[in-house]
């Protein structure tokens, strides 16, 4: 691996992204207020999933502007969160908001005392907008992730589309809980400082290939609907390709559905049917 700082790069095809993401304005239609930042952010929520294939598979993710324009939006693929987080701050950046990466750990099963024992693999943003800065994250997999901005201030609570969230400021770090049937639970920590590039870099490599990383083990793959919030986790791949994963639907009533599929033309039927990626077949398999 070579570790380099990211040189500066030009920014992603606008309208390209607003029409993965489904947004039929043009970007001179969307100012950097809060208002677009919502519409922004929910909208790549809803139309990019959280995936793992690549790591899973054995590749390491690149995080370059082109690189993530080509996979999420060109292929119509999705990512894990220094992709869809590294596109959606792009984005951002080229709409005009100031945009500041902050680096994360997941304490899910652990809880917030927990923090220190969880290395810093999560990227999420802070984005300045007229009324205030906001914690922006389109890019956390799993039921628990932000369905819009949230004002990063201590306390501040958001409610919407079934979800609820609060976030706490300790000393060096913000804390991002989520309302379950048993109370708050945290889902990560933030450092209160902006993860330079080199960080978020060696981050990448570590998630994509280190051996107790969840992202090369097995397959991950989340959508968020305005309906439901769906998770399949697959066994790893074999010459690329998956024979047997759970599909797990949980609606905004609480109910849930579990699904057990067999067979890679299953798994990948799921995979570009109700989870809505596309070309995840590799080249070399039929």
Known sequence: MSISSQSPESGPDLAAYLGRLGIGAAPSALPPTLATLRTVQRAQLLAIPFENLDPVRGIVPALEVPALEDKLVRRRRGGYCF???GLLSA??????FTVRPLAGRVVLGVGDEGWASRPATHLALAVDTEEGTHLADAGF???GALPGPLPLRDGAEHAAHGRRHRLDRHEHRWSLAARTPDGWETQYVLSTAPAPP???EVANWYVATHPRSPFTRRLVVNRTSPDAHRALLGDPPVNGTTERAELTTTYADGRSERRTLTG????AAVLEGELGLGDVTPRDVG
């Open 141 to 143: 997999g799993a039921l």
């Open 83 to 85: 992709e869809l987080n």
């Open 91 to 96: 984005a951002l950046t080229a709409l005009g």
């Open 264 to 267: 890679w033309a299953e798994v």
């Open 198 to 200: 080199i960080d978020r």
